[in-house]
């Protein structure tokens, strides 16, 4: 008998098996091959080779079914199926659930954008809520602070007429100046005119330049000279800066009710130094503050407040300051950045004091 061969491979058939492709010729009718990649031949109807001759015909197709094998192998490597198995279908890719897990994504997505525009809109809502408030409050015009807007005395509308010349100093409404509606002008120096109540509900600052010092080379700054409607009310302060003097006019002056000054009794003067402390070292009461000598910056502290500060110069109109009350506590700082070294500032009792005082 002739050796049995492989019709495939023309390879070596034991036990029923090529040793070379592994077909297998036993009376099965599907068969896999070995190698990295397999697929599967189905036969119509098998005989066993035995010992049967290759016809030449065969031995063609073993050759061609060899190569074609061979390059499929080539081209497709360690796959598990190869494109034209005829026997096996390729598993197919699960797109399902991609385009699940892809839905999923988009509706995160959109819902966070939905949550996103959501929150611009509320941000662009009380924004444009807030502008719409502040131009009901405003208009169309700029906003202007009205230091009256929430005082409930009424100002007599008639009055005397009066002028005077204010010195650096706090000038009290119903005391040091009848109360009235006054216009002020700086005609010395510059510096702010301030009012103030005692609770601080209306609060009015004013920067005022003398004429000379608006024509002076120097200086060439734009402001006023001029400040009106300065409503000094029963116990409110007009307070004028050191640096400067200014001219005050009223036409409805309540002179009437002006309170009669006292004589001080208690005449003192005290040469201030830091730290001093009224009621301990100096009587409390009404002062005149006055730079002696050099210059420096003075403070009152009372409490956790400063209820004076200013820098003081001697031979000056920054030199002085009229009328200031001291109270029981009130610690007096002289700050060294500020001050010469021969800085002395002196206080002298005001000669009339009023009720209160």
């Not at 120096?189 to 109540?197: A, K, Q």
């Not at 002062?287 to 001697?314: P, Q």
């Amino acid at each position: 008998m002739g050796e049995s061969r492989c019709l495939l491979c023309e390879g070596h058939i034991v036990n029923g098996r090529c040793q070379d492709c592994g077909m297998n010729y036993s009376r099965r009718r599907t068969y896999r091959l070995n190698g990295n990649g397999s697929f599967t031949v189905t036969e119509r109807k098998e005989k066993a080779a035995g010992d049967r001759k290759t016809s030449p015909v065969q031995a063609g197709n073993a050759q061609r079914n060899a190569g074609t094998y061979q390059r499929s192998k080539e081209m497709y490597g360690n796959r598990t199926a190869y494109p034209y198995n005829n026997g096996k279908t390729a598993k197919k890719k699960n797109y399902g659930g991609i385009v699940v897990a892809a839905i999923v994504a988009i509706g995160v997505i959109s819902s966070a954008g939905e949550w996103i525009y959501e929150k611009a809109s509320e941000i662009h809502t009380g924004q444009a809520e807030t502008e719409a408030v502040w131009e009901s409050n405003t208009g169309d015009e700029e906003y202007v602070y009205d230091p009256y807007e929430y005082v409930t005395e009424v100002m007599p509308k008639s009055g005397e007429s009066m002028t005077a010349v204010l010195q650096p100093g706090v000038y009290i409404g119903g005391r040091q100046l009848p109360v009235g509606q006054y216009s002020v002008k700086a005609v010395e120096g510059l510096g702010n005119v301030i009012l103030e109540d005692t609770e601080l509900i209306s609060y009015r600052w004013e920067t005022l330049w003398a004429e000379d010092m608006k024509t002076d080379d120097e200086y060439q700054y734009e402001t006023e000279t001029t400040a009106d409607d300065f409503r000094l009310f029963e116990g409110w302060a007009l307070k004028v800066q050191p640096g400067m003097a200014v001219e005050i006019s009223s036409d409805n002056a309540q002179i009437d009710t002006q309170k009669e000054p006292q004589k001080n009794t208690v005449l003192n003067t005290v040469v201030l130094e830091d730290g001093m402390v009224a009621g301990e070292e100096f009587p409390a009461g009404a002062y005149d503050l006055t730079a002696v000598s050099d210059y420096g910056s003075v403070v009152v502290k009372r409490g956790e407040y400063d209820v004076f500060h200013s820098f003081l110069e001697a031979g000056t109109l920054s030199g002085e300051y009229r009328n200031l009350v001291l109270e029981e506590g009130d610690q007096i700082i002289i700050e060294e950045d500020y001050t010469g070294e021969e800085f002395e500032v002196r206080l002298d009792a005001c000669e009339k004091i009023y009720p209160g005082q």
